[in-house]
């Protein structure tokens, strides 16, 4: 059964300065995505990584895929407060008829 | 505008009572799915669809019911069997070829809470 967890699960951090999010997941898996929620909003998608190396840049965020180590980085660099929110990781399951695993989100606080 | 609609936004029910949440996607996409997400939690997945007029239970689907009579919707049904249905409700659409999931968007979801 695939799990996902993600670390840590809250940050508190201060405007300008870098962090990052990891999502570990236990089971082969090609495809991952990362997501955003602001309080009582629905999920905005950020990133997909679809292979081993790939790496993806909005503005201040940062996706990286390793799909060895099983591993997803979400980086942030010069943190801003409007990139306050939740972040989750999804994983889809191996093989066919494939769904999506939820790690747990990250509530991430940028103080000015 | 393309995109996914879900009503009501808020949904109150008594207890014993059965209520049907809406999901509507144009966006000609295959699969779709419903998740539950508890306060400071994650996402739940409680039915799933990858074709018309078929669907599978997702991880948490006791106590609620679903059909796919039409692509462009998935309505679910929250019935009184679920004891503890209070929490929000959210619906994605994603494109599926041969079994592979796609990036999914989700609708603005649906907070039903039991009085």
């Known amino acids: 059964e695939l799990k996902v967890e993600q670390n840590p699960l809250f940050l508190s951090m201060q405007e300008g300065k870098n962090y990052t999010i990891y999502c570990n997941y236990s089971t082969t898996s090609d495809r991952l995505y990362w997501y955003r929620q602001d309080p009582g909003k629905s999920l905005e998608s950020l990133f997909v990584l679809l292979s081993n190396g790939a790496v993806k840049q909005e503005g201040r965020l940062m996706a990286s895929l390793d799909t060895k180590a099983r591993l997803s980085t979400l980086h942030i660099t010069a943190a801003v407060h409007d990139l306050s929110a939740t972040y989750f990781c999804a994983v889809a399951t191996p093989y066919i008829a494939q769904k999506l695993v939820f790690g747990q989100g990250t509530r991430l606080t940028i103080n000015p | 505008d393309g995109g996914i609609t879900q009503s009501p936004k808020y949904l109150f029910r008594k207890e014993g009572q059965n209520v049907t949440l809406s999901c509507e996607q144009n966006l000609n996409h295959d699969a779709m799915y419903w998740y539950r997400q508890d306060p400071g939690q994650g996402l739940r997945l409680i039915y799933y669809?990858?074709?018309?007029?078929?669907?599978q239970k997702g991880d948490i689907a006791e106590g609620y019911s679903v059909s796919r009579e039409k692509k462009e919707s998935f309505p679910l049904t929250v019935t009184s069997a679920q004891k503890n249905p209070t929490a929000f409700y959210l619906c994605?659409?994603?494109?599926?070829?041969?079994?592979?999931?796609?990036?999914?968007?989700f609708g603005p979801g649906t907070r039903l809470t039991v009085l």
């Open positions: 994605a659409s994603s494109i599926q070829l041969a079994g592979v999931v796609d990036e999914q968007f």
């Open positions: 669809s990858q074709i018309v007029n078929d669907f």
